[in-house]
């Protein structure tokens, strides 16, 4: 995964972890559809195929979103890793916006949305968030 979050070395505003979130994340959603082989023909089979691994890398990003918890499952996959790893140093200090955010776009991405969810929809949560807003304390 590219890098060209910011890197969380100062305090960064809430805003600016709460982008990074969202890039991260959809940047590894669409990591997972561009690299994911599926072996069947049939279209209606890979979309069910696909949707459950994106369910799957959901929930492990929920988790740990919500809770700082790394499943064993996720542990094992190397790409989901390296997700977790850009995710962490964002969601430090606590802060509600992030505590509420973070997994409820996770959620939209990789469960409700997994496969209809794009660049443009993604903006459009950030902006309708109100991460924007100076409440950055």
Avoid at 16 to 25: A, G
Avoid at 51 to 61: F, N, P, R, S, V
Avoid at 98 to 112: E, Q, Y
Wanted: with cysteine; net charge negative.
């Amino acid at each position: 995964m590219s890098e060209p979050y910011h890197h969380i070395d100062t305090p960064v505003k809430v805003s600016d972890r709460l982008q990074n979130i969202l890039d991260i994340l959809k940047d590894y959603h669409q990591k997972v559809i561009q690299t994911k082989t599926l072996p069947s023909q049939d279209p209606h089979n890979t979309l069910t195929q696909l949707k459950g691994i994106l369910a799957e890398k959901g929930d492990a990003l929920e988790e740990f979103l919500r809770w700082r918890v790394t499943t064993p499952e996720a542990k094992q996959d190397s790409e989901l890793m390296a997700c977790i790893q850009l995710l962490s140093p964002n969601l430090d200090p606590l802060h509600p916006k992030v505590a509420v955010l973070a997994p409820r776009w996770c959620h939209l991405m990789f469960k409700d949305y997994a496969l209809s969810i794009d660049p443009t929809h993604m903006m459009r949560l950030y902006e309708n968030s109100g991460a924007d807003s100076d409440d950055d304390s």
